[in-house]
């Protein structure tokens, strides 16, 4: 999907362009209730709040936009939290045209890895994809047209100028909602180790150093969503909004890395 330009944070959007083609609604107003003592302790600590949670569904909106064109990849899936493993299928847009019928990627998330399959462009459709997130620019926040949800709970940990909106709803869950940036550097000096260094990759790739975000945490610390805006430039201005939507927590999570002989060593077609 987006190996073929690993030296670039445009990757997600190359993908998309090259298969010619939620972010989840904003959450309501404060209800006048008194907020959160320390807000900033709360998102910083969403990620050690997951992993004590075990594991969850996720549902991810990835939505790209430039040059007056928008495109949206959606993912849907699950993530082990304390071993640090996800599966998503992340599903492309429609072509230009608005015909339909390409595959969904299967992706497979590890520390320091992301697997692809049906990746096309050249791979077999029975080989898996297999790229080191420490190498790309962007530290797979965006290129795999799915912020990796282990990845978006890690961010959260550079937050600073929380502000508190309000109270509001998710599927039926009450949750506090929190606005603020996130200093991509800082997250990578404070991440578990198992983030660090793709962290550290995306703080050299990007060109503004802090991401916008909104956080919205249940009553028991639980992230519930979070979504980021970043930018960056590939030749023109890039929009992405992406969004990751966690619920169902405690719901078994089974990932299965693929055996080497399994893994596509030919060249990526671009």
């Not at 993908?15 to 972010?23: E, R, S, T, Y």
């Not at 462009?121 to 290129?143: E, F, H, I, M, Q």
């Not at 709803?169 to 991509?184: F, P, S």
Request: charged share 20%.
């Amino acid at each position: 999907m987006v190996v073929q330009r690993h030296s670039r944070t445009g990757g997600a959007w190359i993908a998309a362009a090259a298969a010619l083609g939620v972010v989840g609604a904003a959450a309501g107003c404060g209800t006048g209730e008194q907020p959160p003592a320390d807000g900033t302790e709360a998102v910083r600590g969403a990620a050690d709040m997951l992993t004590r949670a075990g594991s969850a569904r996720a549902r991810t909106a990835m939505e790209m936009a430039t040059g007056g064109t928008r495109v949206t990849i959606r993912g849907e899936g699950g993530v082990d939290f304390r071993n640090r493993l996800g599966q998503l299928l992340v599903m492309l847009p429609a072509d230009v045209t608005g015909r339909t019928g390409h595959r969904p990627i299967t992706e497979l998330l590890a520390p320091g890895a992301l697997y692809m399959k049906n990746r096309g462009a050249g791979v077999p459709a029975d080989k898996w994809v297999r790229v080191d997130t420490t190498s790309l620019r962007d530290g797979n926040l965006v290129t795999g047209g799915a912020t990796d949800p282990l990845a978006a709970a890690e961010l959260l940990r550079g937050a600073q100028d929380v502000t508190y909106v309000g109270e509001t709803e998710l599927a039926g869950t009450k949750v506090r909602h929190y606005r603020g940036t996130t200093d991509i550097g800082r997250a990578a000096r404070s991440a578990s180790p198992h983030a660090r260094a793709a962290l550290a990759a995306a703080a050299k790739g990007f060109s503004k150093d802090t991401v916008p975000f909104d956080a919205y945490l249940d009553e028991a610390g639980l992230l519930r969503k979070v979504r980021h805006r970043f930018s960056y430039v590939n030749n023109g201005p890039v929009d992405v909004s992406s969004t990751t939507l966690l619920f169902g927590f405690g719901t078994p999570v089974t990932v299965q890395l693929p055996p080497s002989r399994d893994i596509f060593a030919g060249k990526i077609a671009d």
